[in-house]
């Protein structure tokens, strides 16, 4: 039986165990200049191209010729222990118990802005909305719920602004989005690795594979998809400026390949393969040459994945103190309960896998699916700005973004919980036209416990396969961004 969580997980984009710098797998990480305020003010700040992203409406604000490119680099590590592991059949999983996951990604950015006319200004830019990877040991006892994520979705955009009045613009943006993700994980087949020889006990003799202990699922998939941005920006009082911004959800139908290595070979999946005896109702047919279970080396079928990544909204303010000092504020919202399953599917003309997955999930060609019922959450920041001289800008920030996963869905694939930052940054003045922003910031989540079982499609547990742990998240971010002004 084919593992759901494996697949469900899967293209997730960003099922990983470190989503860094905020709530669900969604990166902030698109401007290192608004980093160093954890993000507080963004786009109601006027700074630079990377406005681009964060409020079209805004770009009638820059003057000129305006380009911003840089990188961030996330750190992050996941401390697991206390894992207890059983397979379908309640037996324990044996393996490592404690360890650590560890992430090292690096985000690049790059905006360009133009003035066009004195209202009417326009910017493209690249970036990476979100993502992120984990990597677990392959040898950790909760190896058959999780193994290695990767996800990724790169964004091209183009974007608008036109000013109304002297103190309100508005702004919109298309972006064209390509997310891809790998999944893999090792397989449980019913418990049949850690029944071993007691095979014996269901069959009369010893009829075990060893290779089932080394079977190993992975899923790719990839798809393009366009999004919207409609932004405001305004000052109606000297000092005062707000801004108000909605990135759209962005709808992906992500497709690939689901490949699985050494499966046992049942009636459902025998064909017209010669040399196989049957047993027993329920178990693997037997390879009459070697008088052990029969398996196969290598099954491919291509499959969907439907993925929405979420709406978000959020309001700014940027109020000026004195000549050096000014204040930032940021609340958002982001519309995480439209997720709430993942489905594998089938679209292979010759289906090989979901041959005995379907029935077991309750779905017809289904080979794999998660309940994930996550909710909407929230997410705030404050932020100050010291201009300490015409060349540099100090900056500080923290934040907290309220985690839309729930205990009871908790997984091995997302072990997070609410996050609170802190951050600081600056900017120096390199030229009359160019400058450099430098930014760190250092995340911390209170400790997090799974309990995480496997589920059919109509949400009815699924064997006795389970695994428990607790984890200790804690990520660090440093940035550079280089401007220049044309």
């Excluded at 690249?126 to 990767?150: C, H, I, K, M, N």
Aim: proline letters at 4%; aromatic letters at 10%.
């Amino acid at each position: 039986m084919l593992r759901k969580t494996s697949v469900a997980a899967a293209v997730l984009v960003a099922l990983s165990s470190l989503s860094a710098q905020a709530e669900g797998y969604k990166l902030l990480e698109q401007s290192v200049s608004s980093m160093g305020n954890a993000y507080a003010g963004r786009g109601a700040q006027i700074t630079d191209a990377t406005l681009v992203y964060s409020n079209p409406a805004a770009l009638t604000q820059l003057q000129g010729e305006h380009f911003a490119g840089g990188l961030n680099l996330i750190h992050a590590r996941t401390r697991y222990d206390d894992v207890n592991a059983v397979n379908a059949r309640g037996l324990p999983v044996q393996g490592r118990d404690s360890g650590n996951v560890l992430l090292t990604e690096v985000v690049p950015f790059a905006f360009y802005s133009q003035q066009l006319t004195e209202r009417l200004s326009w910017g493209l830019g690249f970036y990476v909305p979100f993502g992120l990877s984990s990597d677990y040991q392959q040898d950790w006892a909760g190896r058959y719920f999780a193994d290695e994520t990767a996800v990724q979705v790169l964004s091209l955009q183009p974007a608008v602004g036109y000013k109304l009045t002297d103190w309100l613009s508005i702004g919109g943006a298309i972006s064209l989005n390509r997310a891809e993700g790998t999944l893999s994980k090792y397989k449980d087949h019913s418990g049949l690795c850690e029944l071993g020889s007691g095979i014996a006990q269901l069959a009369g003799r010893d009829l075990s594979n060893p290779a089932f202990c080394d079977s190993r699922y992975e899923v790719t998939g990839n798809d393009i998809s366009l999004g919207y941005t409609l932004a405001l920006h305004a000052e109606p009082v000297s000092g005062t400026r707000l801004a108000l911004v909605y990135h759209s959800a962005v709808r992906y139908t992500l497709t690939g390949d689901s490949e699985i290595t050494n499966t046992p070979i049942t009636a459902a999946t025998a064909g017209d393969t010669p040399g196989l005896i049957a047993v027993a109702p329920g178990l693997p047919l037997v390879d009459a040459n070697t008088g052990r279970f029969a398996a196969r080396d290598f099954l491919s079928e291509k499959s969907r994945l439907a993925l929405t990544t979420p709406a978000s909204l959020a309001f700014s303010v940027d109020q000026q103190l004195s000549a050096q000092w000014s204040l930032q504020a940021s609340l958002s919202w982001t519309g995480w309960s439209k997720f709430r399953s993942i489905d594998i599917i089938s679209t292979d003309a010759e289906p090989s896998i979901s041959l005995s997955t379907s029935s077991s999930l309750q779905g017809e060609g289904y080979i794999g699916y998660i309940p994930e019922y996550w909710h909407d959450s929230y997410a705030a920041a404050l932020g100050a700005t010291y201009q300490v001289n015409p060349d540099l800008t100090l900056r500080a920030g923290m934040a907290y973004d309220e985690n839309p996963i729930s205990s009871q869905h908790k997984t091995a694939r997302i072990p997070t919980s609410d996050r609170f930052w802190l951050s600081t940054g600056l900017t120096l003045q390199l030229s009359p036209l160019s400058s450099l922003d430098l930014a760190a910031g250092v995340m911390q989540m209170d400790e997090v416990k799974i309990n995480e079982f496997e589920y059919n499609a109509l949400d009815q547990q699924l064997g006795a396969a389970n695994v428990t742990a607790r984890y200790n998240n804690k990520a660090y971010l440093l940035g550079v961004q280089y401007n220049r002004r044309f």
